[in-house]
């Protein structure tokens, strides 16, 4: 019995019964649109599936990838220290990433659902209990 193994790109496994131009995505930097491009210019059917590549595809693939695009580690290191840098320069973007709070939209309401109340229980009455009995 021999088993498929799951294609790996950058390091990353590859879901293999997907289409590969589905599966590029699971790549963390690459959405949908650029994983057709990134099929266009390997010359790859993007309706083959995942298992169904050659070593020679993936390599293809993989060759474009790290030549065009920043992605995994690189991309997440580069969005904190961009994070990290308005936070100590002190912008209003920087304020509100240290309080974990929205950064666009209408933040008065929207946030209620979202950012600040996550993990919090539903708030109370508001009053304290009396610590002692009258």
Same mark, same amino acid.
């Given at each position: 019995m021999i088993t498929e193994i799951m294609p790996r790109i950058l390091g990353i496994n590859i879901p293999d019964n997907k289409k590969i131009e589905y599966a590029l995505p699971y790549l963390y930097g690459i959405g949908l649109s650029a994983s057709t491009v990134i099929l266009r210019s390997a010359a790859i059917d993007p309706n083959k599936r995942a298992?169904? *590549?050659t070593a020679e595809e993936i390599n293809k693939i993989q060759k474009i990838i790290e030549q065009n695009y920043r992605?995994?580690?690189? *991309?997440?290191?580069?969005?904190?220290?961009?994070?990290?840098? *308005?936070?100590?320069?002190?912008?209003w973007k920087g304020v509100r990433h240290s309080r974990h709070l929205p950064l666009h939209g209408r933040t008065k309401t929207n946030s209620r659902s979202t950012r600040t109340y996550r993990g919090r229980k539903t708030a109370g009455s508001g009053r304290k209990p009396t610590g002692e009995k009258t």
């Open positions: 298992k169904d *590549l992605v995994e580690g690189d *991309l997440r290191k580069e969005i904190s220290q961009n994070v990290k840098r *308005l936070k100590e320069i002190g912008t």
